[in-house]
């Protein structure tokens, strides 16, 4: 707030109407930088074989939807949309119920072995995820959670934690002692006190660190390829050769695997800025 | 006690889950570096990793690499997100469009950026339109390692600065507004409101997205290949190369964690270098 | 607090669903690295194995899950995987892991690819499947730079590096393409045609003075190479796109070129060189792992996919070429007419140095390849001195070939114990 306020209220006028004209000009340019690539994607996708490999390209295609059309029927993409629904559901579920807790403890107590839990944390993402597939799997064909949702996600888990935790983390860090204090000396016990006070306070932060889970485990291909047969899920489906593909259905792969992301954050793009507790303004 | 135990309390289910699911298979994976098939110890794995004539310049590359994007991705995520802050109208609409990459794959994210720069690619057909070239240019060939290095960097550039620019928000967010109101009073500047009130209180959330963004960046592969080809080695697609074109999971283990070490290494560093005073929090 | 409930209820949702799935499904599962891009997959399932009677599920995926799934059942020794498909380089490294299929009826199948089925050992370990070869294919618009005398279907090495050359000078661009990209099978160009073309061998021959001509013509071949070559590992596309005119790959790599305009393209044989018309075949092998969970089902649909007129459906849909036996109908693809045309010409030519895939490497096959891809990166792209990476690689070739106690190949003469590297 406090630039806009010193833009509404600039020393010099002159100045003010220049900063504007650089402020509004950035905005723009920073919003082509991130949507120009995508609409060439779009191009792409919505192009005929002959002009996605033709030269120079047209910037405006010419509507031929049977690389999409493709996709939409190919066999399969239906369920493999479905698994990927549940088992990114099941992630965000479990990644807050174990993250949550671990970002409450991290916040409000000083206890030995912190630091190490927080490297430890972090090293779930320093690890290359297909080395770690192979015994994963073998584990997982003994125990039965072999091409299930609930075992994919659960490896989905592993790599949203991180996330999970650090954002909770800076979440209760965000809310002072006192208002939990001051429920205690009215009559809650600790938990009481978390749910009637702390709870409602962190729910939109907490539903931002589940929208990364989602996403983690939407993108996720190599453990979903590896764990799933039956219940495969969408990148794991649809991605499998898609660089072998010709470049057109390389094209409109990469926009079906887009495009629900995209509208699942803007779906949610209310919660996804509140994960610091009380940052929608 | 009942306060004493809490906090172990609350981070068993998040350790069981790292228990079972990241240390055990890790465990299984890190002996294979150090053991030899006749069950001895062994530091062969990794010197034949580190004698390997692509070792040196894979490490190089993810280094240059880490090193050309992130620091620029913070610095722009910073000024977007003072950007946003600015802002009046359309707030929301903005943040949206700005982290939009969040939810795109670095699959995706090869392939969008392959398409404008490949030979016959948009940025070629741009340049031709506007008589700039005579015929289009392999940007990405053998001989043309800057241009492939430059490309890459954009990509991941465009790819994850989102997940800083949402972290740094939502950190902007928590600053009290009464800071910024106070210095106003004293009739602070813009940029000195910036390095003395912003960045010290963003601390926390610097060092998270740095942390993130540092350990992704070491673990960079889907766009590299897409966009460098064979061109530029880096360490994890050394790791693949080992495990399954060589099907040698001892040395693509060594390389593994040659990357875990580098990033615990840095993690610490960004830790010990933005730590922030007990007692300094908000 | 309405989002999360919704979610709650998802979840279970899921959790149930989860739950009810459990029961097995009977059919086969075809664990497969080939016909994995979307189009060839829906072609695998809808029109070759729709008539298997026991029903298959045909799963592709990509190298690293593929060989990641396969070790993990082998290892737990249980699994759900009933047949393996995939090229004879990704099955060798799982040699103990594949049941022996010598009970299952070959009847018409090629004995040399039989042979190469047992990689080395007594047991048939896998039953060729499918084949392709390595040809080249040319945009029509270059056929007018051929050097003066030259016959398209008879090339040498020497006037296919002036036709790039002359390419190169009339368009300003390097016309030339060759799959060296990260996917791209550029070793099995130098083991299977560059060596035995210049040293009628592949091993045993690796840092003869031969060997090093050879390597300075591909030096001198790839100065009119497009760069961009290194990120090609599928010239269809850059054929397509007219980035390159003229292109070194194999069959199936090229199909997506012909097939979608067969007036612009023709196919043509490998170039020869002083010892002959070098080349070698790609075999795709399917195999049956020990810990498949229905091994009398698994050999049912290897038997069905042996059959004729199945091998021909799965050309329709793969681009790869039958192991057995077959009178093709006229109803083909262009891609089959023309890379047909080229092979049978460059297997019919007088001067024709077939050679075969490597055997008995064991899980050292990708180290093998990695000895032709390194010496290509250090002396084509890296510019080091031919004759020094040369003896620097037989050394590294020497021990592996030692290690795995592999006898030689053809084209190499045949070998008492490990082939030497001379």
């Not at chain 1, 559901?89 to 970002?103: E, K, N, Q, R, Y």
């Not at chain 2, 015929?135 to 890459?152: D, E, N, R, W």
């Not at chain 2, 813009?190 to 350990?215: D, Y």
Request: proline residues 5%.
């Amino acid at each position: 707030m406090s630039t806009a306020a010193k833009m509404a209220t600039g020393n010099v006028t002159g100045k003010s109407a220049w900063h504007k004209y650089v402020f509004t000009g950035a905005v723009i340019l920073l919003c082509l930088w991130v949507l120009v690539p995508i609409y060439l994607l779009l191009v792409n996708t919505f192009s005929s074989p002959e002009d996605v490999s033709g030269f120079p390209k047209s910037f405006i295609p010419n509507i031929d939807t049977g690389s999409v059309e493709f996709f939409l029927n190919y066999a399969g993409v239906g369920q493999a949309l479905w698994s990927s629904i549940k088992v990114a559901t099941v992630t965000m579920i479990l990644s807050i119920m174990a993250g949550a807790p671990a970002g409450y403890a991290l916040s409000r107590f000083e206890f030995r072995g912190k630091e190490t839990f927080r490297v430890l944390v972090l090293m779930t993402r320093a690890f290359p995820l297909p080395l770690l597939a192979l015994p994963l799997a073998v584990m997982y064909l003994r125990i039965g959670l072999d091409d299930t949702v609930l075992g994919l996600a659960l490896v989905h888990t592993m790599l949203a934690l991180p996330f999970a935790v650090l954002i909770t983390f800076s979440l209760f860090s965000g809310i002072p002692v006192e208002l939990e204090e001051a429920a205690w000396t009215l009559g809650c016990n600790r938990f009481q006190a978390f749910v009637k006070v702390i709870l409602p306070l962190v729910l939109p932060g907490i539903t931002a660190s589940a929208i990364f889970a989602f996403v983690i485990s939407w993108n996720e291909v190599f453990a979903a390829a590896v764990l799933t047969i039956e219940n495969r899920t969408l990148p794991a489906f649809l991605l499998q050769g898609l660089g072998n593909a010709p470049l057109h259905l390389k094209f409109a792969g990469g926009a079906v695997l887009v495009l629900p992301a995209l509208l699942f954050i803007f779906l949610v793009r209310k919660y996804l800025f509140s994960m610091w507790g009380i940052a929608n303004r | 006690m009942y306060s004493r135990n809490l906090p172990y309390l609350l981070l068993l289910p998040a350790t069981l889950f790292l228990c079972i699911f990241f240390l055990y298979p890790f465990v299984l994976v890190a002996w294979q570096a150090f053991v030899s098939d006749t069950g001895e110890f062994t530091s062969e794995y990794f010197m034949e990793m580190a004698t390997h004539w692509k070792f040196n310049t894979a490490l190089t590359n993810t280094f240059m690499l880490a090193l050309a994007v992130v620091p620029f991705q913070i610095a722009l995520a910073l000024y977007m997100a003072t950007l946003v802050n600015g802002m009046k109208r359309g707030r929301d609409l903005i943040l949206y469009v700005w982290t939009i990459p969040l939810g795109i794959s670095d699959l995706a994210a090869g392939i969008i950026w392959l398409a404008i720069f490949e030979q016959t690619g948009f940025l070629n057909s741009m340049l031709q339109g506007l008589g700039v070239i005579e015929q289009p240019v392999g940007f990405l060939g053998y001989q043309s390692k800057g241009t492939i290095f430059l490309a890459i960097v954009l990509a991941e550039i465009w790819r994850a600065t989102a997940i800083v620019l949402v972290i740094l928000v939502a950190g902007m967010g928590l600053i009290p507004k009464e800071y910024y109101e106070a210095a106003e009073v004293f009739g602070a500047s813009r940029w000195k409101q910036f390095t003395r009130i912003t960045l010290p209180m963003l601390k926390p959330s610097l060092q998270t997205a740095m942390i993130l963004r540092v350990i992704l960046a070491f673990e960079v592969f889907a766009v590299v290949v897409a966009l460098g080809g064979t061109n530029l080695p880096i360490l994890m697609g050394e790791i693949y190369t080992w495990q399954y074109d060589l099907r040698d999971s001892s040395v693509a283990a060594a390389y593994a964690l040659v990357v875990l070490a580098i990033s615990i290494a840095f993690t610490l560093l960004i830790m010990w270098g933005l730590r922030t005073p007990k007692g300094a929090r908000v | 607090m309405m989002v999360k409930k919704s979610l709650m209820s998802l979840a279970l949702a899921a959790g149930l669903t989860t739950l009810g799935a459990g029961a097995a499904s009977a059919d086969v599962l075809f664990w497969s690295t080939q016909g994995n891009t979307v189009e060839e997959s829906q072609a695998m399932r809808d029109q070759v194995l729709a008539g298997f009677e026991s029903g298959a599920d045909f799963q592709p995926s990509d190298t690293g899950p593929w060989i990641t799934r396969i070790e993990a059942e082998l290892q737990a020794g249980s699994g759900k995987i009933g047949v393996l498909g995939s090229l004879h380089g990704s099955l060798i490294s799982l040699g103990d892991g594949l049941a022996d299929l010598s009970d299952v009826n070959t009847d018409g199948v090629n004995s040399t690819f039989l042979e190469l089925g047992k990689l080395g050992t007594d047991q048939q370990k896998y039953i060729p499947w499918m084949q392709a070869t390595y040809i080249m294919a040319a945009n029509k618009k270059a056929l007018e730079h051929l050097p003066e005398g030259a016959d398209v279907m008879a090339l040498s090495y020497d006037q296919l590096i002036e036709w790039a050359k002359n390419m190169a000078d009339a368009t300003g661009s390097p016309k030339f393409g060759f799959p060296a990209g990260p996917k791209g099978l550029k070793h099995r160009f130098f083991q299977g045609y560059l060596y035995p073309s210049y040293t009628n061998s592949m091993v045993s021959k690796f840092r003869s003075p031969e060997a090093e001509e050879a390597w300075n013509k591909f030096k001198e071949l790839w100065s009119y190479t497009n760069p961009g070559s290194t990120n090609f590992s599928f010239m269809q596309e850059p054929l397509l796109t007219e980035e390159v005119w003229v292109a070194f790959d194999h069959t199936a790599r090229l199909a997506d070129a012909f097939n979608q305009r067969p007036d612009d393209f023709i196919g043509f044989p490998a170039p020869a060189g002083p010892t002959g018309r070098g080349f070698m075949p790609v075999v795709v092998g399917m195999a049956v792992p020990s810990s498949a969970p229905d091994m009398a089902q698994a050999k049912e649909l290897i038997a069905y996919l042996s059959q004729p007129e199945t091998q021909i459906a799965t050309l329709k849909a793969t681009n790869f070429f039958p192991v057995v036996d077959v009178e093709l109908p006229d109803d083909m693809p262009a891609a089959v007419k023309l890379s047909g045309a080229a092979i049978a010409a460059m297997s019919g030519a007088a001067d024709a140095n077939p050679g075969l895939l490597p055997v008995g490497l064991g899980d050292l096959g990708g180290k093998f390849n990695a000895v032709y891809v390194d010496s290509f990166e250090r002396i084509v792209l890296a510019g080091q001195d031919v004759r020094a990476v040369l003896d620097d690689q037989a050394d590294t070739l020497r021990k592996l070939m030692e290690e795995a106690g592999a006898p030689c190949w053809a084209p190499d003469a045949d070998s008492e114990g490990a082939c030497p590297v001379e």
